[in-house]
C-alpha cells in the first residue's frame, strides 16, 4: 500500500487533500488499469505548491468582512501611467517604473487582479442542453498552461466529417502533462473561438501565438480514427 506522505514535511498537509489521499489506495484497488491516473493524482495531492496555496485559500475565507478591490481596471491605469511617462526615460525613477510595467509576470498579476476583482473566474460557457436522447454531443472544456512551447500533440481534418482532430499526443508536452487529452478528440474552440473550415497549419499559428492558459472546446473521442496528413501544434 503506498505511503501517504507530503513530499515536503515542513509544509503542514490540507486536511481535506489528506483525505483524499487516504481514499486513494481504495480506489486504485477498485481500478486496477488506472495506475498512472492514481499515481498523477496522488503527486498532484501532495505537491507543497498546491497545499501552500489551499492555506491561502483557507485564510481568505477565514478573514471577517468583505474585501473589495480599489479598482478592477488595472491593467488599463497601468497602460495609461505606461503611455504618460514613457518619453521621459531620462529620469532614472521613469525608467526604472516602465522596466516594471513591462515585465510580464506584473503584467501577468494585474490581469488577475482583475479578473478577480470583476469576478471573472471560470470561461463563459454555453449550457449544455440536456437530453434528447442518447445522441446528444457531449461537451469537454479543457484549460491547459502552455510557456512558450507548442502544445505537444499532431492534429489532422477528417476527411468524413471535416472536423479538427488529435491524431496524436507527443509524450512530455504540455497536452501530454495534463491528462485530459485524447487521440481522437475533436476541438472546436480555441479560446472561445470557433476554429471551424480552418486549416491545420492556421490552427497551428493561432496556438503558438497563445502563451499562459489555453481553453479548448472538445467533443471526446467514441472510436479510433485513422489519419495519414497531421500537423504538430
Known sequence: MPVNLPLFPHVKIDTDAQKLLVALPTLESRLPNKEPEIHYLRRFLRNRNLHLILRIYRQFRSQQGSKKPAANFA?????DVFCEIRYRIEDPKVHELLGILSKPHVQALLFCHDKIACEDYEPKIDPVPFGSGEDET???IVRLIK???P???TIYINEHTGCVEIARILHGGAAHRSGLL???DEIHEINGESIKGLEPDRIVEILSEVSGSVTLKLVPCMKTNVCRKTKVI
Open 75 to 79: 491593467v488599463s491605469q497601468a497602460a
Open 147 to 149: 510557456n512558450n512551447e
Open 151 to 153: 502544445l505537444g500533440a
Open 182 to 184: 485524447n487521440t481522437g
Open 138 to 140: 457531449i461537451i469537454k
